[in-house]
């Protein structure tokens, strides 16, 4: 029973054939059961009342308690053999290289457990050679020589000591691994660490280890043994061995070096530089602890009260995505019906395509607050129990389905934007003394125009997710958290090493993998197919963050990269089309200035004119700064200047959702008439005194040609206009 094979029982007891020693009934392993040989006196461990799993070659006894909870098993490599998924990645060789395989599947770290030893002396950390220039150390009192007695023990005719250069400020040895934290923290140099030698070496110590051993007495009383080794051409003598609670002995080197070294987890216990999952006791780095990546089977190194992982973690943030969600939405779903009357109510071909616009960016901004307040509502149901479900929501289909959201309502307000503005800089160059009737040709060029806008946002928005560009979309593969080969999100990259180290003759050529359908096929032949085989939920386009935002932050070696960078560039060039515009319409409207006054005779007409420009200005003016601002910090990002990812949530749902609160209540005369009263104000101080008036002078001119249209008895003719 001291097999792994054998650790697994049965409820049931009887009394062992075998047994000399005791005559009671006792558990018995689940490998007896019709293994052909009677284990016990009543022959039950034969008889035909157990559970099973599997079949033909996965075919297995269960005890009672996994009795309906049969699964698929991995499947030993030309050997026949399987491994049951609570026995996979145990560090044992059950079958072939079941352990290689798994050693890919997990992230691994190189790191120094044996300190640097110049002429006989250990130099521990900042005092390593060359270190001095960054540090400063070279010939300084920050460093000190020592000898450190392991642990105070004087053998016969011999101190064992080790001589060592180490620094004189305590260290944080969280990050230091092996003899260098063995070292420390017994020299009393780290930081809130132990020293992990608790048990003297002894002549009994080390059964069946070190035959070359040399026997000597222990501080005076007690057998103990040294062991020699050759440095500098000259025989050495040590005891820098580390007994095990099973006595078992590793050198120094072995000990708090994140492996159970002992098969005891001894040699790790008093260790404080690794955390210990929950549930499967697996040591992982500290440094691996909260850094979203999971390493724990089940979560605990991402799932903590340190790491806090929620939708939306920041508090303040999760008030003003309600506050923009709320705002945004009940804000357009105000202004709608009037943007919609105003439409139906439309005379003229101008008027009907300004009002028309509007409403597709009023569209836009509502379908924006849905968005936020769709993620904030999943942010309260999950909760604190998002961190343990997050693979869940991110591969989700109302993760899809929000990030589609988000992304169609971005790119309908960006293309209205676009082509109201360029569109009224082509009109304020043109002849408006006549007011155009509304045809059934206009009706329909315009019909075609929005048609072909709405077409496009689908395409931007779904493309993602058609399967048939998986190997471009796809961010990486999640399986059932009970495989264990199989720890959190699979990219490409482990998925190929996986595979690699198990069927041994994959190859990649110039960082070419196979496609996502070839490559979850083997990974599925890698198991049993028993119960509808091992099979994996995709990590979509929109599921690389939590808010299923599209994926604007990429770097170099983004597979989306290309693509991202597209929609990007047309952001860009849409914000330097809008800005164009307005820049031209500025301009016009100082040369033609003088003509403004004698064409927009009417006080009344032209005052409403006026507005309707300063809200159309507003509109364009805000929406063009938050873009520009979210186009530079994208373009750091991608140049690795600095990490934005963890702004994520701030820009989805704080910063693109700020304009669909602020377009409604421009539109509405909330913020126009305050711009107005600002406007008023500001005309006393001499120094903006131009400013304003230049400003003045571009609202009457923009929309002179809706005065015409508004008042069909002004008739303006002044040839110097044209």
């Known amino acids: 029973e001291d097999y792994s094979e054998c650790k697994l029982m049965t409820e049931k007891s009887c009394i062992r054939t075998y047994s000399v020693r005791e005559k009671k009934p006792l558990p018995f392993p689940l490998r007896w059961i019709h293994d052909e040989i009677a284990d016990c006196w009543d022959g039950v461990d034969e008889g035909d009342s157990w559970e099973s799993c599997g079949s033909a070659a996965t075919h297995r006894f269960v005890s009672l308690n996994d009795s309906g909870k049969c699964s698929e098993v991995y499947l030993c490599k030309d050997d026949g053999k399987f491994v049951e998924f609570n026995r996979l990645c ?17 992230r691994q770290f190189h790191v120094l457990t044996t300190p640097v030893k110049v002429k006989r002396r250990y130099l521990l950390l900042e005092c390593l050679e060359g270190m001095e220039s960054l540090m400063l150390l070279r010939n300084s009192s920050m460093c000190s020589r020592g000898i450190l007695k392991a642990p105070s023990l004087h053998f016969l005719g011999r101190t064992a000591a080790i001589r060592l250069t180490y620094p004189e400020r305590l260290v944080d040895c969280g990050h230091v691994f092996g003899k260098n934290y063995l070292i420390l923290s017994c020299a009393d140099l780290c930081k809130k660490s132990l020293c992990p030698l608790k048990r003297l070496l002894r002549h009994n110590s080390c059964v069946g280890q070190y035959p070359d051993r040399i026997y000597t007495l222990m501080n005076r009383s007690a057998l103990s043994f040294l062991l020699k080794r050759k440095e500098d051409h000259k025989v050495v003598y040590h005891s820098e061995v580390f007994v095990c609670a099973n006595l078992r002995c590793v050198g120094f080197e072995r000990v708090c070096d994140i492996t159970d070294d002992c098969g005891d987890m001894s040699d790790e216990k008093n260790c404080l530089n690794h955390f210990k999952c929950k549930d499967s006791g697996e040591l992982i780095f500290l440094s691996m602890v909260c850094d979203d990546n999971v390493d724990c089977m089940d979560y605990s190194d991402e799932c903590n009260d340190r790491c806090n992982k929620q939708i939306i973690s920041s508090l303040s943030i999760k008030v003003l995505a309600w506050f ?8 357009n779903v105000i202004i709608l019906p009037k943007q919609i009357s105003a439409l139906a109510n439309c005379k003229s071909v101008r008027t009907l395509f300004n009002t028309l616009f509007l409403l597709l960016i009023n569209i836009g901004d509502l379908l924006t607050g849905v968005y936020v307040l769709i993620v904030v509502i999943h942010d309260a149901i999950y909760g604190q129990t998002y961190c343990t479900s997050q693979n869940d929501w991110l591969t989700s289909k109302s993760c899809s389905w929000i990030g589609i959201l988000s992304t169609f309502s971005t790119c309908v307000s960006v293309m209205s934007m676009t082509v109201l503005s360029v569109n009224r800089f082509h009109v304020i160059q043109k002849d408006f003394t006549q007011a155009r009737g509304i045809t059934r040709k206009y009706v329909l060029k315009v019909v075609l125009m929005v048609s072909a806008m709405v077409v496009v946002s689908l395409v931007v928005a779904i493309g993602p997710l058609y399967d048939g560009f998986e190997d471009f979309f796809v961010n990486g593969l999640v399986y059932d958290v009970k495989n264990p080969l199989f720890i959190g999100t699979s990219n490409k990259v482990k998925l190929f090493e996986i595979l690699r180290a198990y069927y041994g ?9 196979p496609s996502w359908s070839g490559m979850r096929s083997l990974a599925s032949d890698m198991f049993s197919n028993d119960y509808g085989g091992v099979w994996p939920q995709k990590l979509h386009f929109y599921g690389n963050d939590a808010v299923c935002l599209f994926k604007y932050l990429v770097t170099k070696k983004d597979p989306q990269g290309s693509f991202v960078w597209t929609i990007l560039f047309f952001l860009s060039a849409s914000m330097t089309a809008i800005s164009v515009s307005y820049i031209g319409i500025w301009k016009f409207t100082i ?12 006080k009344q007409i032209k005052a409403r004119n006026n507005a309707m420009q300063r809200k159309i200005m507003l509109i364009i003016v805000s929406d063009v700064c938050c873009w520009v601002a979210f186009l530079v910090i994208c373009l750091l990002h991608a140049t690795e200047v600095l990490d934005a990812s963890i702004w994520y949530p701030i820009f989805s749902l704080v910063l693109i959702p700020f304009t669909s609160v602020l377009n409604p209540l421009i539109l509405n005369n909330v913020i126009s008439d305050w711009v107005s009263k600002v406007f008023k104000k500001v005309r006393s101080h001499w120094i903006l005194q131009s400013i304003v008036g230049m400003f ?11 005065s015409v249209e508004m008042s069909a008895n002004i008739k303006t003719t002044n040839t110097a206009e044209k």
Request: contains cysteine; proline residues 0%.
């Open 505 to 513: 003759r994959i190859r990649s050529v110039s960082n070419n993998y």
């Open 90 to 106: 145990d560090r044992k060789d059950t079958c072939g290289n079941e352990n290689r395989v798994c050693e890919k599947s997990r």
């Open 324 to 331: 923009m969600g709320v705002q945004a939405m009940g804000y």
């Open 591 to 602: 040369k033609s200035s003088g003509n403004l006054a004698v064409s927009a005779n009417k």
């Open 696 to 706: 003045s002078r571009m609202n009457g001119k923009v929309l002179a040609d809706e």
